[in-house]
């Protein structure tokens, strides 16, 4: 995940490498400039101007990287921002807070509540019913567990009782 200090830092380098290659052109200049071009020390400052505007070059695509990949971290909240506008925090009637879709949502998707653990997250995952306590909803993904008033039918208790068989008859 990218963090505008991130960028911040490496926009301070990139300066760095573009101040680098101002220095290295400045010295060029002066060096082109007198009578006597000294070919040892301009060859030197010309692979410097290079590495510096190499650096530099290096630094912006890391520049880019980090602001798309911000703008992408921007869109997807933007996006979970929107899905979660279709719920209300509500009371489970236990002393738990969950969020339901709203009455009338126009998604199609039967009613249901989500967890609000995942949902500071920016993760939607649909509470269940447990199927090992009472009026109680269980969120698969962060196993998070809300007391609520959701009748009889979670104390229903799935079990698979196999049978023991005898093979000798065989």
Not at 122 to 134: E, G, N, V, Y
């Amino acid at each position: 995940m990218s963090d505008i200090a991130s960028i911040i830092g490496l926009v301070g380098t990139a300066t760095s490498s573009i101040v680098g290659a101002t220095e290295a052109t400045k010295n060029l200049k002066q060096i082109f400039s007198r009578a006597e071009v000294d070919l040892t020390a301009s060859k030197q400052l010309i692979l410097e101007l290079l590495d510096k505007l190499i650096e530099a070059k290096h630094d912006q695509m890391a520049i880019e990287e980090g602001v798309l990949a911000l703008q992408r971290e921007l869109q997807q909240r933007d996006e979970f921002q929107a899905e979660l506008a279709r719920y209300i925090l509500t009371d489970t009637g236990r002393g738990a807070a969950v969020y339901r879709l709203k009455d009338g949502d126009q998604s199609g998707e039967p009613p249901h509540q989500i967890c609000p653990s995942c949902a500071a997250n920016a993760k939607k995952s649909i509470l269940q019913p447990s199927l090992t306590r009472h009026n109680c909803l269980y969120c698969p993904a962060c196993r998070a567990e809300f007391l609520a008033n959701i009748g009889d039918a979670s104390a229903m208790i799935v079990s698979v009782q196999r049978s023991r068989r005898d093979w000798s008859d065989f």
